[in-house]
């Protein structure tokens, strides 16, 4: 293998959504040819992410960084061309004159920094409530009724929402667990 040296990290431009195809192509590649020897690792910045569904908690990842892929690689003769042929990659971001530039050491601890919180953090909630969403209660004493959102809460996950009970508007505090959209 050649010296750590001169690896250096890029970023390849795929088609949003893809990443994880490329990333598993150029793995294979690594696999079973000579790639292994210029391309150290490839990477796909993601963060755990969950949404609400149908009173269910679903977890997900999510990429930081739609339509990129990073690489850390020593590119050197047909090896930036095996890559820009890679199915589903665009070119390398910041070409000049057909010659990938590599990106800063500063910018790459940056972005391992983000990924390395991110998946410290956990998960993120996607809220998929809004003010003025009209909602149902479906869980607790008060299913069955019909509300507005007044206040989302996305740290404590709950939401103020005003339901008509017996003629009158009544403020609820309740999870998002127990609502969904209407």
């Not at 750590?4 to 994880?20: D, F, M, T």
């Not at 993601?46 to 960084?65: A, F, H, L, P």
């Amino acid at each position: 293998m050649s010296e750590s040296a001169n690896y250096k990290w890029y970023v390849l431009r795929a088609i949003s959504g893809k990443e994880n195809k490329v990333k598993e192509y150029i793995d294979a590649e690594i696999k079973n040819s000579d790639l292994g020897q210029y391309v150290a690792q490839v990477l796909i910045p993601t963060e755990k992410v969950y949404q609400i569904r149908n009173g269910k908690k679903i977890t997900k990842e999510r990429s930081c960084m739609p339509g990129y892929v990073l690489v850390e690689a020593n590119l050197i003769g047909e090896i930036p061309h095996r890559l820009r042929d890679t199915p589903n990659v665009l070119g390398f971001l910041g070409e000049r004159n057909n010659v990938p530039t590599p990106i800063r050491p500063s910018e790459v601890n940056r972005i391992l920094g983000t990924v390395d919180e991110l998946q410290e953090a956990g998960e993120e909630m996607l809220t998929p409530y809004a003010v003025n969403d009209s909602v149902k209660v479906v869980f607790g004493p008060f299913s069955g009724f019909s509300g507005i959102i007044e206040d989302v809460n996305v740290e404590k996950r709950k939401l103020k929402v005003m339901v008509m009970i017996f003629g009158r508007k009544t403020p609820l505090e309740l999870s998002f667990t127990q609502v969904e959209k209407e």
